[in-house]
């Protein structure tokens, strides 16, 4: 069963709002990242958050994790056509060295 | 850097015939990870390597799929025979370390088994 589960599976917003996508995953983890997927492409990482960290930024992105929930959030901010894509989360559980991948949220975002 | 290098990018065949598709990994990369997605299953490990050596091939569906990397620049995945339910997207990945690093990804090989 897949570890991270994406939540919703699909959204759609205009132009210039705010994104938010959840992720739930169900045994402990070392790390968790996000990757985009543009259509016909491959996955394009965007943020690793460990897990004894609670939130992180790069430009627009901003990602939260609560370990005590086992859940992570990912935010866009002020959206744009460009962020529509497919986007994931994965976990590299306690021990290991492979990821396992959510199943993704699609995202749309309308001019 | 080119990044990651799949061929071909896609490949039509008939049930039957033997499928292979290659990787070249980014350079100084250790790891490398084939996956395949798929509408139904989501993006799936097939295996993994580390300095050339296998790993984990837990997700390798079954004896028709068998990976090697001859070098640290170079990995195939074969299938054979080839079904129709093998039609799928493979991803090629490539990594610094193990799953504490980023991934990179090739551009996919779009298999269409008839």
């Known amino acids: 069963s897949q570890q991270g589960e994406e939540d919703p599976q699909a959204l759609s917003i205009q132009e210039g709002e705010n994104a938010t996508m959840n992720c739930s995953y169900k045994?402990?983890?070392?790390?968790l990242q996000w990757y985009r997927q543009n259509s016909g492409r491959g996955l394009v990482h965007l943020i690793l958050?460990?897990?004894?960290?609670r939130e992180k930024h790069s430009g627009r992105l901003r990602v939260t994790l609560d370990t005590s929930k086992k859940s992570s959030s990912l935010l866009i901010t002020a959206s744009r056509a460009a962020d529509t894509a497919s986007y994931f989360c994965?976990?590299?559980?306690?021990?290991?060295?492979?990821?396992?991948f959510g199943t993704g949220t699609r995202l749309a975002v309308r001019p | 850097d080119a990044g990651v290098i799949q061929s071909p990018r896609h490949e039509v065949t008939e049930m039957g015939q033997e499928v292979t598709l290659r990787c070249k990994p980014i350079?100084?990369?250790?790891?490398l990870f084939w996956y395949r997605q798929t509408m139904m299953r989501g993006l799936e490990l097939l295996i993994y390597?580390?300095?050339?050596?296998?790993?984990?091939d837990s997700g390798m569906p079954e004896d028709r799929f068998s990976a090697k990397m001859p070098n640290a620049s170079f990995s195939t995945l074969k299938i054979q025979p080839s079904e129709p339910r093998d039609s799928a997207v493979y991803f090629c990945a490539s990594s610094l370390g193990g799953s504490h690093y980023e991934q990179f990804f090739g551009p996919g090989t779009r298999l269409t088994v008839l």
């Open positions: 994965a976990t590299e559980k306690s021990s290991g060295d492979k990821l396992t």
């Open positions: 045994t402990s983890i070392n790390n």
């Open positions: 350079s100084g990369h250790d790891y």
């Open positions: 958050i460990r897990s004894n960290e």
């Open positions: 390597f580390n300095n050339n050596v296998p790993i984990d």
